[in-house]
């Protein structure tokens, strides 16, 4: 059973920082690329990060380009998103993503249940 578990998402003020993880079971991680997306209410569902299986390749939207750094843990089977100087915009679900290429491509996808992250202003 592939498993898609996030975390690190909680309540933060403006300015701060916050980490998220999200650990990949139930199949092969290291060949894969991984991403992240979110999804504010009442807005589309946004694809906020990228890397490919080697951790070579970076995708950010220009939303969190300079901001947000993806990475990833091919020994631990875990991708990360380092959020820093979040704003209130930064407020949503956000869903961790397995592909199965080794660059980012069109799905499918494997979907993580989601954590949410909220930004005070």
């Known amino acids: 059973q592939v498993q898609l578990v996030e975390s690190g998402g909680g309540l933060v003020q403006a300015g701060g920082s916050l980490r998220l993880s999200c650990a990949v079971s139930?199949?092969?991680?290291?060949?894969?690329?991984m991403g992240w997306f979110r999804q504010a209410p009442g807005k589309e569902r946004e694809r906020v990060a990228t890397?490919?299986?080697?951790?070579?390749?970076?995708y950010y939207a220009d939303s969190v380009k300079g901001r947000f750094t993806i990475s990833r843990d091919n020994a631990k089977n875990t991708v990360y998103l380092q959020m820093n100087s979040l704003t209130p915009e930064d407020t949503a679900v956000y869903y961790c993503?397995?592909?199965?290429?080794?660059?980012?491509?069109?799905?499918?996808?494997?979907w993580g249940q989601g954590t949410q992250v909220t930004v005070s202003s």
């Open positions: 890397i490919n299986w080697s951790g070579g390749s970076t």
């Open positions: 139930g199949r092969t991680f290291s060949n894969y690329a």
């Open positions: 993503v397995a592909g199965y290429s080794g660059s980012w491509s069109p799905g499918p996808y494997d």
